[in-house]
């Protein structure tokens, strides 16, 4: 089975994608502006763009299934978009499986993941700077604008706070 991490070797990116450890990256090239913006299908067909979520907050999350840490931190995104989604919160579950609805419904269900999951393209990731590890978290403020990004698991009282912040700001 191929994965996406084997496309972004080819390409020349290097970083560790498996990561049991957190970091929080204030350096990605797109943090200084906005957010890339993307047009990509959920199993669906449903196309979900960046624009469409503007004036929210965005927690855009770049996992596999296959990846164990992003099996741990879905759980507590789950509980934040439940938490916080009337306050404002969107969630965006970016797949970087190459087995498509077969792998992914199952876990969705599995998961109890409410929000869109969508399917990664080799230029989404290439425009989100390569995608250094996953999961990795992409927290995209009311304006578009990439405010932090996280690799690796990160606690869900740490993403939790950032968004709690995040919303504060949309007023």
């Known amino acids: 089975m191929k994965h996406y991490w084997k496309v972004l070797l080819v390409c020349g990116l290097t970083g560790i994608l498996l990561c049991g450890c957190s970091r929080q990256d204030s350096d990605v090239e797109s943090a200084a502006g906005a957010a890339p913006e993307?047009?990509?299908?959920?199993?669906?067909g449903t196309v979900y763009r960046l624009s469409d979520f503007r004036g929210n907050v965005v927690i855009l999350n770049f996992f596999a299934?296959?990846?164990?840490?992003?099996r741990k931190e879905i759980p507590d995104l789950v509980k934040l978009y439940q938490g916080f989604a009337e306050q404002g919160l969107r969630i965006i579950g970016v797949s970087m499986d190459e087995g498509g609805a077969d792998v992914l419904r199952p876990f969705i269900r599995q998961y109890n993941m409410t929000y869109p999951v969508v399917l990664a393209t080799r230029e989404m990731v290439l425009d989100y700077g390569g995608v250094q590890g996953i999961p990795s978290t992409f927290l995209?403020?009311?304006?578009?604008?990439?405010?932090?990004?996280?690799?690796?698991?990160?606690?869900?009282?740490?993403v939790e706070s950032s968004v709690r912040?995040?919303?504060k700001k949309r007023g």
């Open 165 to 167: 912040r995040l919303l």
């Open 38 to 44: 993307f047009a990509l299908k959920d199993m669906d």
């Open 65 to 70: 299934t296959w990846c164990g840490p992003c």
């Open 140 to 158: 995209i403020d009311h304006k578009g604008l990439i405010s932090e990004n996280f690799v690796g698991l990160v606690p869900g009282y740490q």
